[in-house]
């Protein structure tokens, strides 16, 4: 890693994304001192900033000028639309670096961004995002905008093919049958990830599936989320007949997702929009192979090339897609599987997402303001 002159960083948006405090601590690793700004439900201490809680909704405005004051940041850099970024330039905060993530899908989707949006692109933030078809969308609306294409990556030292003792263990500790063929819903709950349609789907295929077929969710939930989408996605598997065969995982660090991964057959992934999600990349590494939605964010991306691919306005397509990948011949899927990890590994480092990232903190933090 190059040697960088230290600086003050100011972060807003959920700890509880794990994209978010890998970016974090990547800025404490190069010696920068960071504060994260955030409510409660925002921060959960699994970065290793220094935190800020806010408290007031209503004009969070005063203690966002007391942190300009005090802490005097260099650059800011949002994960995503927090509702603190929209105080941004109000509270004096200077230079602000944007990471989209899923904030601007609209922008490759059907439904276009919301007018807070254009008007926070308007005061001239530098965006990052993580999908070409993104980058060409928000340079194309937002015209002469400060935008970077930077892919986080994945680490293949850590994220890689588990062990059959480690995938016992796993299932061990989550009580799931060591002989079950799991799919695993890996994103966070919430309507636009769509695990009722993916409990449909899975309840549709299930006479055609293995007969220990599974289906594992990740019970992690919006931090401003406040409806019971777990009790309410339960609900549902009892609707259709298949409570027994859904498992529950618990929300664990990012450190640890490679056990997840390690443990379970297939990953499935169903949103309505997406940017480039770094489960699929991870899922790669760690050779288990992907049943996905097939959508513009992922034109032209090895998710095309090695990834079952389904319509993604249609749940019944996903149903077939997964009859498909679990009848697929175990030769085939091992190559294909094969291929798509080594592609990962050689195109999607974390070490160059880590280093463009911390980059463009160096030339925002230079630039004239």
């Known amino acids: 890693m190059a040697d960088r002159p230290p600086m003050r960083v100011l972060m807003y948006g959920s700890e509880h994304a794990a994209p978010a405090t890998r970016v974090c601590d990547w800025a404490v690793d190069a010696g920068h001192e960071v504060v994260w700004a955030g409510y409660l439900g925002e921060i959960s201490g699994s970065s290793r900033a220094r935190h800020v809680q806010i408290q007031s909704w209503d004009n969070p405005v005063p203690e966002l000028a007391a942190i300009a004051a005090d802490f005097r940041p260099h650059v800011t850099h949002s994960h995503n639309f927090s509702f603190l970024t929209e105080f941004h330039h109000e509270a004096g905060l200077g230079p602000l670096i944007l990471s989209a993530f899923g904030g601007l899908n609209g922008l490759i989707g059907s ?34 905008i400060d935008c970077e294409l930077i892919c986080l990556g994945v680490n293949p030292v850590h994220y890689k093919p588990g062990t059959l003792a480690k995938r016992a263990a796993w299932r061990q500790a989550l009580q799931i049958p060591v002989d079950a063929i799991v799919f695993f819903s890996a994103r966070g709950i919430g ?68 056990g997840m991964y390690g443990m379970v057959d297939f990953v499935v992934n169903y949103p309505v929009a997406d940017a480039f999600p770094s489960t699929l990349l991870e899922a790669a590494a760690c050779g288990v192979p992907v049943v996905t939605a097939n959508l513009r964010a992922y034109a032209g991306s090895y998710i095309e090339q090695f990834c079952e691919l389904v319509d993604p306005d249609d749940w019944q397509a996903l149903a077939r897609g997964l009859v498909r990948s679990a009848r697929e011949p175990a030769e085939l899927q091992a190559r294909r599987v094969s291929d798509g990890r080594r592609h990962v590994i050689d195109n999607f480092s974390e070490t160059v997402g880590r280093e463009r990232t911390l980059a463009v903190y160096e030339r925002v933090a230079r630039a004239p303001h």
């Open 191 to 258: 309507d636009g990830y769509r695990q009722q349609e993916i409990l449909r789907a899975f309840a549709s295929a299930l006479p055609d599936l293995p007969a220990t077929a599974g289906l594992a969710m990740i019970r992690l939930t919006r931090s401003w989320d406040r409806s019971d989408r777990v009790r309410e996605l339960q609900q549902l598997a009892e609707e259709l007949g298949i409570s027994e065969r859904l498992y529950w995982i618990p929300e664990v660090r990012y450190e640890m997702m490679p």
């Open 111 to 144: 439904v276009p961004p919301k007018p807070r949006i254009d008007d926070l692109m308007a005061t001239g933030p530098t965006v990052i995002v993580e999908s070409r078809p993104l980058f060409d969308a928000a340079t194309k609306r937002y015209d002469g």
